[in-house]
């Protein structure tokens, strides 16, 4: 994980074991400053105080509660639970809360609504909101633009700026349920790699999934990545409380290199080995993303040769079709919806669960591989 001397201090990023580690410190450095013990009677809420001290925990579990449930971004608000010499101290050290700024709102007649924000230093980033059978679903990016390089990604076209913190991609979700009430499912499916920005994802599901802030439960999250063989394992070493869903779009290398950068560095069999670790070490069923592209990787051959990928893998896969969403970017075009139908027809059949994912919020390019901050 990060160390806490990164030059980026954001309260907001820090899991509630780390920020309890930065109160420590700074009322140990608060103390030498001054000189002297910081009283306990410099609290403005003594009634508070004295519910806290006795409690253990108590203190770094109200913090953390103010930043990841009331949503605050002023330091002066966590007076009423730490003393004002400790607040000035968090200053002097040059911690701060991290904040995003809506730059644009635009919704589709499907209901999906996409939101453009900005962060304090005036780079732009997007995440999708859905609606859908009475569920809510929250689409976060992890990064100001994405290095994977895949073809048929809008986002792959952008120049990469820097990956978010962990206070970034949480503020992203605590807007959207200021606007929306409580969200049924998080996916980490937007702007970027989340395993190209692990450490800073990682924190973020910790955050999200911590009793005492959103509390999330595990199985609403997910985890969307290319096929990064190491950030799998690593997902499975840290029990990460997250689901997994890896993009695949093909049954083969040769195919999977042909639109996706990244499978040229890794291979099938090198990937498979990363997902059957994952599946051994946590039992959980893997999500194997697969769009659907016209001419591409869409023939009764791509098919079988993605049933006998998966029926061979000893891993328990569940597959979801996605119609792909063309833009001006690629000249791409979306599968028929007989493919598509095929395709679930023919993995049903071999016992491999199938879902389809058709277009949502299409006409303001909020759909999957589509967001480019347009």
């Not at 980490?188 to 989340?194: L, S």
């Not at 040769?254 to 560095?265: K, L, T, V, W, Y």
């Not at 493919?339 to 759909?367: H, P, V, W, Y």
């Amino acid at each position: 994980m990060n160390d806490l001397t990164d030059s980026d201090k954001d309260l907001r990023s820090l899991t509630i074991e780390r920020l309890n580690l930065v109160l420590k410190q700074a009322r140990r450095s608060a103390r030498q400053r001054l000189g002297c013990i910081i009283k306990q009677n410099s609290w403005p809420d003594i009634d508070l105080h004295d519910k806290l001290v006795h409690r253990k925990g108590g203190l770094v579990r109200a913090v953390f509660q103010m930043l990841h449930r009331d949503f605050i971004i002023d330091l002066n608000l966590l007076e009423t639970v730490l003393e004002k010499e400790l607040i000035e101290q968090l200053r002097l050290d040059g911690w701060h809360i991290s904040q995003i700024f809506l730059d644009e709102t635009q919704q589709d007649p499907d209901g999906t609504i996409k939101y453009r924000f900005r962060t304090a230093d005036g780079h732009c980033f997007e995440s999708v909101m859905m609606f859908l059978r009475n569920r809510t679903t929250a689409c976060l990016s992890s990064q100001l633009g994405c290095r994977m390089g895949c073809k048929f990604c809008a986002t792959s076209r952008l120049k990469f700026i820097r990956s978010l913190t962990a206070g970034e991609i949480i503020a992203q979700l605590y807007y959207l349920v200021a606007q929306h009430g409580n969200i049924d499912n998080v996916v980490y499916m937007g702007m970027g790699e989340p395993f190209d920005n692990y450490d800073s994802v990682a924190d973020s599901v910790a955050i999200l999934t911590h009793y005492a802030g959103q509390s999330i439960p595990p199985g609403r999250l997910t985890v969307s990545t290319c096929g990064l063989p190491a950030g799998i394992r690593q997902m499975a070493d840290d029990e990460m409380a997250a689901n997994l869903a890896v993009s695949l779009h093909s049954g083969t290398n040769d195919r999977r290199g042909e639109i996706m950068a990244s499978a040229r560095r890794y291979s099938l069999a090198e990937l498979f080995d990363a997902v059957k670790y994952y599946y051994d070490k946590t039992g959980k069923r893997v999500l194997m993303e697969y769009c659907m592209i016209a001419g591409v990787n869409d023939s009764d051959q791509d098919c079988h040769q993605l049933i006998n990928l998966l029926t061979g893998s000893g891993v328990q896969c569940s597959v979801n079709l996605i119609e792909f969403n063309s833009h001006e970017l690629c000249d791409y075009q979306p599968s028929g919806r007989d493919r598509i139908n095929f395709f679930c027809d023919e993995l049903m059949q071999s016992g491999i669960e199938t879902t389809i994912r058709f277009k949502r919020g299409e006409s303001i390019k909020a759909a999957c591989g589509q967001l480019c901050n347009g």
